[in-house]
């Protein structure tokens, strides 16, 4: 019996850590190249939306997975607009994009279904699954395909950020980009992709909560995760597999939370919903003593060398 | 002469950002079947033809300019404060509190202590994130964000503990005292005393930046804390000030909205006021007067996108799609202004 909940806590945190990862990694590719996006939460919710409705017309949800990266690297593409071209103050641009994206994901949801009782189900993306006749892995194992890439995706971002030249270029741009500049790397386009490429990968996130996780759309469906996620970037300090493991411990305690919320100690629940968040921020004093933050972050650029 | 050029061409990139925004808008109404200058009209005029709708935008800006103000107050100082939301709470939380508690007592004393009281809970949640970023240089961005879901939760966890309502099970706090509300200033109206509290503090927050030593301070911090620690001046006590200042402005909405509205606590109070904040802030140029003038347009189209939607059947979150779309184009207008592109095609063109 206790094993059983053990391995149904393990399947949970791999469940819960996987749209964690996804926008963690997305938005380390962001800042890494020096641009904090707090679109993240916007983003998010607009491609889980998007995910959804594009699932609902067509029917598969595989089409759901397209339109949101789609969505993710449009918005990503007005984010560097913004900061990268413009050169506008990252923080307010950013709530900008958050306020607009789930604006329009919330208009266009109620211009569609209005008002529904039931929210609308769609087709999820289903399970795959490991051995599925041994009884511990095969419970463990059955994820979403999505999960699966996730977690191919770190340590392949791990080689794209820190052993190739795309990679080295980002860095450049993040750390010092005045030399990147001079060495003949343009900063704008380097900061343009890891915006496109992270903004895909945050979008992809939202889209697991729909096409994967609730097979449905609701307002609430992102709940704060884009929030989250940044704080895990800190707390991974910027290095992929760290994230990894971040987003492992704290879907490990949010799994963990919902199961003492079924077993009540008659607390009201929500005390177990802040522990989460309030861990989150006890960790990101502990990790922050030796965050190692890109050198130009926050810090727009300006051909020329004129700042401002 | 030429002053004057360049608050026209502020007041013209403004209108400008304001006609982008709807032009952009527009494309989603057009998708969704309606006329956009039939939605806008219903948007942006029809709340002033009625005194009903006028009352409204009152009512709605009443909050907003707490949260919007609380915003100047940080934004100013460099403290990226996107936690005026939690505040709120925690100043709804207070104030209700200290109206079930002190019911004894009579109006003339206890309005006032429960506004402290609200202030005072809105500063301490603030300097949490202050402290930490103080302390240990974690970014308030963050702290104050998760702050905002921690407090909602801790605003829940009452409501449905110690306070839930025993007979209805609702999660409801108990009703304040009767001499506690703030009384009501238009007839039959939503309109209560936290307007005027409201509009008292505008000028308060004009003269801490314009006349004070610790405004100088809080302002030079924002522009340029290098500077700031050249002149020998107190980087983290202009810091602690700020969020407490701002952070107590915050939960001053929240004192508007349980003495003047709801008259006890209930789990959606404020539902996204202090992200509004943060739009009004900056579309009012982080200047108190121009975060006034944008509650009103705020609150304009917020009251206008359920008129519109009544007569249209667009979604009110048509409102919520405008205000995001305007916060980005009035930062693309301010850059404009800032390197003076404006005045260099004026100049072009006389």
Redo the contacts between chains.
């Keep these: 019996m206790e094993t059983a909940l053990l391995i149904g806590l393990i399947a949970a945190t791999l469940r819960i850590a996987t749209p964690l990862i996804l926008g963690g990694l997305g938005e380390t590719l962001i800042e890494k190249s020096g641009i ?1 996006n ?1 679109g993240i939460e916007g983003i998010m919710l607009l491609g889980a939306f998007s995910a959804f409705l594009a699932t609902y017309f067509m029917g598969d949800p595989w089409f759901g997975v397209l339109a949101a990266i789609l969505v993710g690297a449009i918005l990503g593409l ?1 984010m560097g607009g ?1 900061t990268v071209s ?4 990252q ?3 950013g ?10 994901a ?2 266009t949801f ?2 569609f279904f209005g008002e529904p009782q039931i929210p609308p189900q769609i087709k999820t993306l289903g399970y795959k699954q490991i051995a599925a006749t041994l009884p511990l892995i095969g419970t463990i194992t059955k994820q979403s395909p999505l999960t699966y890439l996730t977690f191919l995706l770190a340590p392949l971002m791990h080689i794209v950020v820190f052993q190739t030249p795309f990679g080295l270029r980002l860095r450049a741009v993040g750390e010092l980009p005045e030399a990147a500049e001079n060495a003949g790397i343009s900063v704008h386009k380097t900061r343009y992709e890891a915006l496109l490429i992270g903004g895909a990968l945050v979008a992809l996130g939202g889209a697991f909560l729909s096409v994967a996780q609730l097979g449905a759309f609701t307002y609430g469906i992102v709940a ?1 995760r884009g ?2 996620c ?2 895990l970037v ?1 707390f991974g300090n910027w290095k992929p597999m760290k994230i990894l493991l971040g987003a492992l411990l704290y879907a490990g305690v949010e799994a963990l939370q919902l199961r003492l919320q079924t077993l009540g100690f008659g ?5 177990f ?2 522990l989460p ?2 861990i ?2 006890a960790a ?2 502990v990790a ?2 030796k ?1 190692a933050y890109p050198g130009a972050f926050l810090q727009p650029f300006r051909k020329g060398g004129t700042t ?1 | 002469m030429i002053k004057f050029r360049i608050a026209w061409l502020q007041i013209a990139t403004g209108i400008a950002a304001v006609i982008l925004s709807f032009i952009v808008t527009s494309i ?1 109404v057009l998708a ?1 079947g309606a006329n956009p200058l039939e939605v806008f009209y219903h948007v942006v005029i029809s709340p002033f033809t009625s005194r009903v709708n006028i009352l409204e935008i009152l009512a709605r800006m009443t909050p907003l300019i707490f949260t919007g103000l609380a915003v100047v107050v940080a934004f100013k100082t460099g403290f ?1 404060n ?1 936690g005026a939301e939690g505040q709120l709470y925690a100043g709804a939380l207070a104030a209700t509190w200290g109206g079930i508690t002190f019911s004894n007592l009579p109006a003339l004393t206890l309005i006032p202590l429960v506004i402290t009281l609200g202030f005072a809970a809105g500063a301490l949640w603030a300097l949490i994130a202050a402290l ?1 970023k103080i302390r ?4 308030e ?3 104050t ?3 905002n ?2 407090m909602i ?2 605003v ?3 409501l ?2 110690p306070w839930r309502d025993p007979v209805s099970m609702w999660p409801q706090s108990p009703r304040i005292a009767t001499q506690a509300c703030y009384p009501i200033i238009v007839s039959r109206s939503r309109v209560h005393l936290g307007l005027l509290v409201a509009l008292a503090i505008v000028p308060i927050v004009h003269f801490l930046f314009r006349r004070t030593t610790f405004g100088f301070e809080m302002r030079t911090v924002g522009a340029n804390i290098s500077a700031a620690r050249y002149a020998a001046m107190n980087v983290n006590r202009a810091i602690l000030l700020a969020a407490a200042i701002s952070g107590g402005i915050a939960g001053l909405a929240g004192v508007g909205e349980i003495l003047g509205v709801h008259h006890q606590l209930i789990e959606t109070i404020s539902g996204g006021l202090g ?1 509004t904040g ?2 009004a802030g ?1 579309l009012g140029g982080l200047n108190p007067w121009g975060t006034l003038s944008a509650t009103v347009f705020l609150s304009t189209i917020e009251t206008g996108a359920r008129i519109s939607a009544r007569v249209t059947g ?12 305007l ?2 184009t009035t ?2 207008a ?2 404009i202004n ?1 390197y003076q592109i404006g005045r260099k095609l004026w100049k072009q063109h006389y």
């Design positions: 904090l707090l007005l913004l413009l050169g506008l103050q923080h307010v641009c709530l900008g994009v958050t306020i607009l994206a789930s604006g329009l919330l208009f109620r211009l704060g929030w989250i940044i704080a800190v607390i009201p629940y929500q005390v919903l802040a968040y309030i989150t921020i990101l004093v922050q003593t965050a401002g | 989603l969704a990226w996107i930490l240990f240089k974690v970014d961005v963050v702290t964000l998760l702050l879901y921690v939760l801790v829940g966890a009452i449905n503990g992200y943060i739009v900056t667009i979604p009110t979150h048509l409102a919520d799609v405008i205000k995001g779309t916060l980005i930062l693309a301010l850059f800032r």
